[in-house]
Every structure is written in structure tokens, then in C-alpha cells.
């Protein structure tokens, strides 16, 4: 499973880079909005750091605006992906974009009719929403275990990333049922280190070193 860091902050993206844990990048105008930068300059920095797919999103919403703001975003920096929401005009950008060898992640999808669509349309990625449809009392994971056995009884080659993802459990649910990539913020990424029974562990092995009196250096 691939890890892409859904934020648009440097710091926190650069700490989980060194580490190894970042295949890729997700940005959206929220997400922008917080890192308080300009698009374009906090893009490339992004796109220097990562060598994966680093997602940009048009925020026109016709498809000839979306078309020519991908063609923009894509001249960042070679690891662009477009982001287009998912509507008719949305897939129509994308079939275009994706028709000129870009990259193409079809963001908000919300069923497995849209990402089947999304897939016909030739997006790259499609990132069904998690935490918003359990926000609403729909069973998030059901969706990407329907889009993974829809792709794969039709050998789509559209990946399958998770999106708005709120726990370790999701990614953990998300890994098991076989989605290709997980888009979490840094927090919830590490946050997958963490059980109490190992801070338990390791607080009952400091005090017995401690005991001992010795030292390795």
C-alpha cells in the first residue's frame, strides 16, 4: 500500500519524507487555505521534496476552466498529479487531461457508480471519501471494498485511494480490504505507532535498565 500525507505543510511532509512514509501528496484548496501560501509556491516546494505524485486541485468548475488550470498546475513540476472533482464536467477534464499522458486524481467520489465512471473517463487515481460518508451514517469502507471488486472484476487500472481518512483503523480496514493508497494527515500516519501496551513495555524496560546501573555508551 502506498502512503500519501494529505496536508500542504512542509515541515510535517518533509519529517515523514526522511522517515520513507510518503509515496506521494494530497493537496485541496482547504488544505491550501491552512498552509496561509501561495498555490503555486507551496506546490513546488512539495513537488522538490517527494519524488511521488504530488495532487493539485483546479477549482474551476466547467471543463474547459478545469482543462486549462490542470494544463497550468501540470507545468509545477513534472510529479503533478490534477485533481477534478467528481462531476460530468469533472470527468470531462479528466478524460481530456488523462488523453494529454497527465496524471488525473477524480477527488470527492462518493459510490461506485461515480468511480466507475471516474475509471471509464481514464482517471489515475479515484478518491472515494471515508470519514465524510461515516459522517453521515453510510459505511465508508463498503464503499472502497465495492470499488476494489467492481476494478477488479474489470481489470480497471485506476488506483483506489482513500480519502478522508480520520483513524488508524481506516487505513488498517483500508489495507485489509486492498485499497492501493491511503491519503491520511501526518497526524493520523504517525498516530499508527502508537499502543499503549507498548508504552507500557517500554516504560517496565526503562526502569528495570535503570535498576541495573548500567550503561551501552
Known sequence: MKFFVDTADVAAI???????????????????????????????EIC???????SAEVVALKAEDMIREGEHLVKIAP?????????????KACKA???QGHKVNV??????????????A????????????DDINFDGMELIAQIREIYDNYDFQTQILAASI????????????????ITAPPAVIKAMANHV?????????????AKTGQKIV
Open 97 to 99: 487531461l488523462s488523453s
Open 166 to 181: 480520520r483513524s488508524v483503523n481506516h487505513i488498517t480496514d483500508a489495507a485489509r480490504i486492498g485499497a492501493d493508497v
Open 122 to 133: 481514464g482517471a489515475t487515481f479515484i478518491s472515494p471519501f471515508i470519514g465524510r460518508l
Open 14 to 44: 518533509r519529517e515523514l519524507n526522511d522517515l520513507g512514509m510518503v509515496d506521494g501528496v494530497t493537496t485541496n484548496p482547504s488544505l491550501i487555505l491552512k498552509s496561509g501560501r501561495d498555490i503555486l509556491e507551496v506546490t513546488k
Open 48 to 54: 522538490d521534496i517527494v519524488e511521488g505524485p504530488v
Open 197 to 209: 501496551l507498548t508504552d507500557k513495555g517500554l516504560e517496565q524496560f526503562t526502569a528495570d535498565w
Open 107 to 120: 477527488t470527492l467520489c462518493f459510490s461506485a457508480a461515480q468511480a466507475i465512471l471516474a475509471a471509464k
Open 79 to 91: 510529479n503533478i498529479t490534477v485533481k477534478v472533482p467528481l462531476t460530468w464536467d469533472g470527468l
